[in-house]
Structure formats: C-alpha cells, structure tokens
C-alpha cells in the first residue's frame, strides 16, 4: 500500500513538471506576442537640441537639482493616461533620484491628480513641483508626456519618453551603499 | 560510498528524465536538430522518438534496476550526445541544444563533450556500487527526483508568472501611451 502511493506521487510529480512546463510555455508565447506588437517598454529618445547639457534651473527646476550627481526628472500631465497610469504605481513615494513635475491645467486639477495619488510634499521629500502655467515645459520645449529627463553631476545630458513604470524604475539612478556596522563605524571613531 | 552512489542516481535519473520528457512534449524541435546534426530527414523524426524512449527508460533504470542494459543505455546516450556536440563543433552554423526542451539557448558541442566524462564517471561509481533498495525504497527514490524536478518547474513557473504579471501592466500602460 505503502509502496502504491509512494509511487503515486512520484507519477503525479512528474504530472506537474509535464504541466508547469506547458504553463511555462505559454508566458513565453504570451511574451513573444506582445513583443511582436511592440508593447512592452518601448521608450523613445526624445531630441533635446540645445536644451542638453544646461542646468536644470535654468529652466525653473529646483537648485538643488544642479547638484545632483544622478537623477531622472519625470514630467507628467494631468491629462495623459500613462501619467496617471505611472503616479498610481508610486504609492505616494518617490524612489531616490526621482523628481517629479506635474503640468496641469489649473491649481484645482492639480490639487485633485495630487490628492488621488496621495502626492505631498512630505511623502515625496520635496522632490515634487507643481508647474500649473507650464512655464517648466515650456521653458524646455515639451510637447509630450511623460517625459523623464537624465540629469548627470547636475546637467540635462538626455530625455526619453517613459512608456510604463517598469520602465521607469529600469533607468532610475542605483545608489551603491557600503553596509557597515554603527559598531565598526565607532572603532573607526575612536582610533582617530 | 553509497551516499555518493545514491545521490549519482539521483543527478542522473532527474537528468535523463528531465531531458526525456521535455523533449517528448516537442519531438518535432528535437527532430529539427536531428536534421542540422545530418541526420536523413525521413529518419530524424524516428531516432528522436527512440532517442526519447531511451533517455526515459535510463532514467527509471537507474532508479529501479542498475543493471547492464541500463549501464548500457547511459554510456551509449552519452557517447552519442558527445558525437552530436563534435558533429556541431565542426558544423559552420551553431546548433542550438535542444537538450533539456524546446527553449533551450545554449549552443550544441563543448557542453556535451565535458559532459561525456562526467557520465562515464557516474556510471563507474554506480557499476562498482550496484545499488540495489528493495521495492518500497526504488518506489521512493522514483518520488523524490520526481519532487525535485516538479519543485524546480513549479519555482520557474511562479518565476514566469511574476515575469508576466510585470509584463501585463507595463503593456496597459504602453497602450495607454499609444492610443493617446
């Protein structure tokens, strides 16, 4: 009896190897077709002519941008779907590195795009600006949304449109930390 | 010794049961490659099916019975993987392996022929060994490489559906952008 069902699940083991194979399978025929259509992260250069390599605060960004060494600015509408599409997956924190800012119409729809996504200034670390005159993208002669420009040791170098948020969290800058101990931290301390 | 002896059968029974099924599940690849080696197209489709039979029954061989034929049938299928991996080292176009499946990537030729010792190694410890657990534990060394195998796909397909499910919600977003 014993010997009967030991054998059973072995079967029914190799059963679901057979069948997790098939699965396995079609993720990557479903992968292939959406490929094929060209709907999977597929970001455009967008041109920047004389706006690479200026100060972003020259162009009405914050000033402690000119000091970053690595950071993505992403603008984003509040008429555009993908925007909203993009500040829905923040959960109402940005990731280090990322700024962003939000063109709207008027104060009041961007108070409302603000206050769905549960954006503020305290949540974002100051790193959200509101451009309600467009004065921003039209400083830097924006047409489309969104955009995420590249800044590098605190210059414009590069812009490209920001299909999806995987995409967008592929191209934030990575901080690389050294993981010490307080404790090594203090030796340190005291051996000076 | 005999952990060692053990866990060789282990390695190569999920190997050779591996390769067997999944190239059972696309026979036509396998033919496919078959056909790249210079194999005659009418009898590529036939040499795969045994290729697959045998790969199967060596893997439940080794698990139930170490004897000659089973001894046999691992040393030959090693030796022809090694000649396959030859015949496409000299090939001008690369092979793909369809070794463990359709999806395969790696190229056909060095794998197997470092691959060709370490079999004839494991079947030395094994005929020098001759394992043989009475029925109930065959029954169970037959369930722990078939759990091992299905824990390994069940862990790639989990893998493929977190894969998918990041590819699903950046396709909406994309075809947000695109019908803007």
Redesign the interface.
Known sequence: MAQSLTLAVGVLALLIFALCGVVIELFRDVRQLREINGILDRPLEVDLEDVAGTFPSAHGLPTGLDAAAAAIILVLSDRCATCHALAGGFNGVLSPGLWVVLEARSPRSAEEFLARYELTSTSTGGRLIVDVAGRIAESIGLRTTPVGFRVREGRIVSATTIPSLRYLTSILPNRVRLERSPATRMKERVRV | MRSLALAVTLVMAALL??AG??KA?AVKSFASVLRQLGVPAATAPVLARIVIALELSAGLGLIYSVSLPTITAVTGLATAFACAGLIALRRPQRIVCSCF???GTRALGRDQLIALPLWLGGVAILWSQRLMPP??SR??L??V???G??SM??A??VH??Y??H??R????????????
């Open positions: 049961l591996w099924l999944e599940r499946g359709p999806y029925m109930t029954a169970s037959l369930a490489v078939a759990l195998m299905a796909r069940v790639a397909a493929a559906a894969v998918a990041g590819d919600r950046s396709a909406r977003e994309m075809y947000l952008w695109l019908n803007r």
